[in-house]
């Protein structure tokens, strides 16, 4: 799950020529197609971004809930433009997240967004670098 999982979803219909204002932005602005863009259409009412968001937020609960099983961290913490979304993303997600854990973990676990700016794929970058440094594959 990510912002392109939604833009792809959203891209798709608005070729198939879902009545949809994703239809108009692609043929007049198309790269403005963007994970914002669909996340401020559903807020708006348009008839096949909240289908779009609500069915890549399952996909995104059930990969979290299987981490959560597998991991049982305090936190999960989002970044990068889809955690941009605020409360339009976390607060269905949560409730998805807690609705598959809650048989085995027995808790709630928060789903916050990034504190700080979106610099993950830089520092992963650079951690992967350092990690191939040590190991002298560089």
Request: glycine content about 10%.
């Amino acid at each position: 799950f990510s912002a392109r999982a939604i833009e792809a979803e959203a891209w798709t219909a608005a070729h198939q020529g879902c009545v949809s204002s994703m239809t108009e932005i692609l043929r007049t602005a198309p790269d403005s197609l963007d994970c914002r863009f669909v996340f401020a259409q559903a807020a708006r009412g348009d008839l096949i971004a909240p289908g779009i968001l609500e069915r890549r937020i399952k996909d995104l609960g059930a990969a979290i809930a299987g981490l959560l099983h597998a991991l049982d961290p305090e936190v999960v913490i989002l970044g990068g433009s889809i955690a941009e979304a605020g409360a339009a993303l976390f607060e269905p997600l949560q409730r998805e997240v807690d609705w598959r854990v809650k048989g085995l973990l027995k808790r709630s676990v928060p789903l916050l967004p990034n504190g700080v700016a979106d610099t993950s794929g830089v520092v992963g970058a650079a951690g992967l670098a350092h990690l191939a440094a040590r190991r002298g594959a560089v």
